[in-house]
Structures are given as C-alpha cells and as structure tokens.
C-alpha cells in the first residue's frame, strides 16, 4: 500500500451523521477462498445511499472500469445497507461521500499479493485516483453527471476517461435516499450463470469461506 491511504478517510463529526442517517457502506475488500477452485479471490459489498443532505456508496468494477455481475445480491428490510455481493481476482473499488453539493472520491486498485504454501494472501491496493471536495449542483443530479474536481492551484483535475462512467453510477448512489438497489454491479444474465464453470473466479457455485 503507498503511503497515501487507499480509502477515504472522513471526518469523525460526518461518519456520526452518516450513522444517524442509517447509511451504512462497507469499505473494506477482504480474501475469501474458493475451495473447489482452490484458489484465492478478492471480495467485495457494494453498500451505501443517502438522503438530500449526506450520503456515501460504494461499488466495484473491473481494472478497465467496466461493470462486473454480481455474486449474490442482498436485499434487506431497511435500505442504505448492503446491496450485493462480488468476487473477483482484481477489483477497482470507487468510493464516494457527500455533504450536499460537496463530494469526495477514491478510486482504488485490489488485488492479491503472492503467497506461499497456500497462505492467505494479503490484498495490495493503490490509488488510482482520489479527488477532493469536488462540485456537483443538487439540480444537476438528475443529469447523471460526476462532480468537477480541482487541484489545490485551481486546475480541473479530470476523473480518468475509463472510470468516468463508474464514479457517475456511485455518484448516483451517494444521493439514493433509502437505497435498496445496485448503482455499480449488475446482474449476471441467466444463460452465463447457468453454464458458469467452477474455476471462474466470480462463479457462484464457487464454496466461499472467509
């Protein structure tokens, strides 16, 4: 991991908000083993919502920043939690948090370090991108847009190209008051999981244990 934290770091006074709120969002990417497989894959929730004041979500696409289908999807009684469940060999994880028009952004590259002796490895993670009290007018959300982000001398700092699209589906979710549905991962079509095969490191037929 370099120095600079891969994941965003919020202020004590916004995440007891968030709570009150009841916006839930689990950022943490963890290794789970398939057994069949027998390999290592990383995991991932896609989780989070808000209301018009605050909110934060998170979600997860492949390194090229396209959508990945989703393991399982998770539907729950109260909304703003968890949404669904992905495994993967590599993730890109783009997370957002929002106080009214003011946005912060991290953009984080997972995957699994070497390991020996069939050790649990380590999930190595960099920055890939991470913006700053960026603008978006509440007026503007329905638009589908992304917030502008600058650097501290003034200067558009431009969200890169390949994950333009994905941090526009987490900036809807930062905003979905009582979220109960996925912004980032989609569903996996019939046909595909019907014929997945055991080896495909996001299979569900996959035996998963932490």
């Not at 027998?38 to 919502?49: D, I, P, Q």
């Not at 993730?91 to 590259?109: D, F, K």
């Not at 603008?135 to 700092?157: H, I, N, S, Y």
Request: aromatic share 6%.
């Amino acid at each position: 991991m370099p120095k600079e934290l891969a994941r965003l770091v919020l202020p004590k006074p916004l995440l007891r908000r968030l709570e009150s709120a009841g916006v839930y969002c689990q950022t943490w990417v963890t290794v789970a083993r398939q057994a069949r497989a027998n390999r290592w894959v990383l995991r991932g929730v896609e989780s989070g919502g808000g209301n018009r004041a605050i909110g934060r979500y998170i979600s997860y696409f492949s390194p090229d920043g396209a959508r990945l289908p989703w393991l399982q999807k998770l539907d729950r009684v109260t909304g703003n939690g968890v949404h669904a469940v992905v495994v993967a060999a590599e993730l890109v994880s783009v997370e957002m948090a929002r106080v009214e028009q003011t946005y912060q952004l991290a953009i984080i590259y997972h995957r699994l370090a070497e390991a020996a002796d069939g050790k649990r490895p380590q999930v190595v993670s960099s920055v890939f991108f991470r913006g700053i009290d960026g603008q978006l007018p509440l007026e503007l959300l329905k638009d589908g847009l992304a917030p502008e982000f600058f650097t501290r001398g003034g200067e558009v700092k431009p969200i890169p190209a390949k994950f333009l699209e994905a941090v526009k589906l987490v900036t809807a979710g930062a905003a979905c008051a009582n979220c109960r549905h996925c912004h980032g991962l989609v569903e996996k079509p019939a046909s595909s999981a019907a014929s997945a095969e055991v080896t495909s490191p996001d299979t569900a037929v996959a035996t998963l244990s932490e």
